[in-house]
């Protein structure tokens, strides 16, 4: 069985900032929605680019959100982070060119942001939008290595 415990502050840090994709979690009356997403990670703030769409329409009702990261190696080795904050649009000139020097960096090609949408007849997917969030809980767990403890041999937690 395999053991999990928190990670330390500045491993999930690090993990935000050696990642640059992961799940973004959106509610809309009382729907959830989740997405892969890319984002970059500028130290404490999160910056996602996409083109409008239902995310966009799920977090103009409700800005509250959550990304998930993970780095898996194997089923007994990995580690994950979870953000929660509000989503900010932005909408400041030079903010959004300092997001997108730090989103240009993680995801040099915008992808899957900028890609070819067969069926957009309303044209959203050309529509760009950047977000910052500004996380309110950020916390991360990961496996012990194998054969490595905290506690009895007997203990679990469900």
């Not at 990670?41 to 409008?52: G, H, L, R, S, V």
């Not at 509000?86 to 040099?108: C, F, G, H, V, W």
């Amino acid at each position: 069985m395999i053991e999990v415990e928190e990670m330390e502050m500045q491993e999930v840090h690090a993990l935000l900032e050696r990642a640059d994709y992961g799940h973004l979690g959106c509610v809309r009356d009382n729907h959830p929605y989740v997405i892969p997403i890319h984002y970059a990670y500028q130290d404490p703030d999160i910056y996602i680019f996409t083109t409008e769409g239902m995310k966009t329409q799920f977090i103009a009702t409700n800005p509250e959100v959550c990304l998930q990261v993970e780095e898996v190696v194997d089923p007994t080795n990995w580690k994950s982070v979870i953000a929660t904050g509000k989503a900010a649009r932005l909408t400041d000139k030079e903010e959004m060119e300092s997001a997108m020097q730090y989103i240009t960096t993680a995801n040099p090609s915008l992808t899957p942001a900028l890609n070819k949408l067969w069926n957009d007849p309303g044209g959203r997917a050309s529509n760009i939008t950047l977000y910052r969030i500004h996380p309110d809980i950020i916390s991360g767990r990961k496996t012990l290595p194998p054969g490595e403890t905290r506690g009895p041999a007997s203990a679990t937690n469900l």
